[in-house]
C-alpha cells in the first residue's frame, strides 16, 4: 500500500513570501499525485494533479508542483503568498495502474497547515 | 458541477447507538471513499468502493462498517459508536477511470457523548 508524507506540520509566512511545502510518497510503481486544499469551514477541493508528462503542473491561484520522481517528491510551491491563502494543504496519492481492487484506494498525508500574516 | 452531499454536516449520539452516515453523488462516479479527519492526523481512509456492493477496507476500518446498494450511494455505519469515533467524516467520490480527481462532500462532525 502507498503512504504520503507532508514534513510541515504548520508553516507561517508573510504575504509576499515565496512557499514550498514539502510532500513524499511511498510507492513502488507508477503513481498519480494530487494537492488538495481546504479553506477554514470549506470542503476539500483540488488545487492541481500529476498523471504523466511535463513534471512541473500548474494549478489554480498561482501555485505549481514539480514531480521529483528519483525522490519520490511532488512538491508545492508558489512564489509570492497572499494572506487568502490560508488554509490546510493535503498531498494525496493514487496507483496509476490497475493491480487489483485496491489500486482504486486515494492515499492523503496529515496535511500541513499555512498561516499567511497580512 | 460535480454534488457529494452528506446527508448531515452536525451530529451528536450517545455511546453505543448505531449510527447511520449517508453520502450521496450525482455524478455516476464508480468510486466513493469514507475518511475521517482528526487534526494533526490529516485524512484517513476507513473504507472504500470502487463499484455497487463492493467494497474495499482503508487504513482504519475497525469499529466501522459500509454500504453501497445504490452507485450513488454509500453509507458509513457506526455499529456501536464509541468516544474515540468522534471526529470530523468526509465522503468522496471519482470515476474509476485512472486520471481523475476526488470529489468532497462537506463533511459531517460527529459528536459521541
Known amino acids: 500500500a502507498q503512504s504520503v508524507s507532508q514534513h510541515n506540520h504548520h508553516v507561517i509566512l508573510s504575504e509576499a513570501a515565496s512557499l514550498e511545502l514539502g510532500c513524499n510518497y511511498s510507492?513502488?510503481?507508477?503513481?498519480?499525485l494530487f494537492w488538495y486544499v481546504q479553506y477554514p469551514g470549506q470542503h476539500l477541493q483540488l488545487l492541481l494533479k500529476?498523471?504523466?508528462?511535463?513534471?512541473l503542473v500548474k494549478g489554480i491561484k498561482g501555485f505549481e508542483a514539480e514531480f521529483i520522481k528519483s525522490k519520490f517528491s511532488f512538491n508545492l510551491r508558489k512564489p509570492s503568498v497572499q494572506w487568502s491563502d490560508t488554509a490546510e494543504y493535503f498531498c494525496a496519492v493514487t496507483p496509476a495502474l490497475y493491480s487489483g481492487a485496491g489500486s482504486y484506494q486515494l492515499t492523503f498525508g496529515k496535511g500541513t497547515k499555512l498561516s499567511v500574516i497580512p | 458541477d460535480v454534488k457529494v452531499t452528506q446527508s448531515s454536516r452536525y451530529l451528536v449520539k450517545r455511546t453505543g447507538e448505531k449510527v447511520f452516515l449517508e453520502c450521496v453523488q450525482d455524478m455516476d462516479h464508480e468510486n466513493m471513499f469514507w475518511y475521517r479527519q482528526d487534526p494533526g492526523l490529516g485524512l484517513r481512509l476507513i473504507y472504500f468502493?470502487?463499484?455497487?456492493?463492493?467494497?474495499e477496507k482503508g487504513d482504519i476500518p475497525e469499529g466501522y462498517s459500509v454500504s453501497r446498494e445504490k452507485k450513488e450511494r454509500f453509507s458509513l455505519i457506526l455499529e456501536s459508536a464509541s468516544t474515540n469515533q468522534t471526529s470530523m467524516y468526509l465522503c468522496?467520490?471519482?470515476?474509476?477511470?485512472?486520471?481523475?480527481?476526488?470529489?468532497f462532500g462537506q463533511g459531517t462532525r460527529l459528536t459521541v457523548v
Open positions: 500529476y498523471f504523466s508528462g511535463d513534471p
Open positions: 510507492y513502488g510503481g507508477t503513481v498519480n
Open positions: 468522496a467520490s471519482s470515476h474509476r477511470v485512472r486520471h481523475t480527481e476526488a470529489f
Open positions: 468502493s470502487y463499484d455497487v456492493k463492493m467494497k
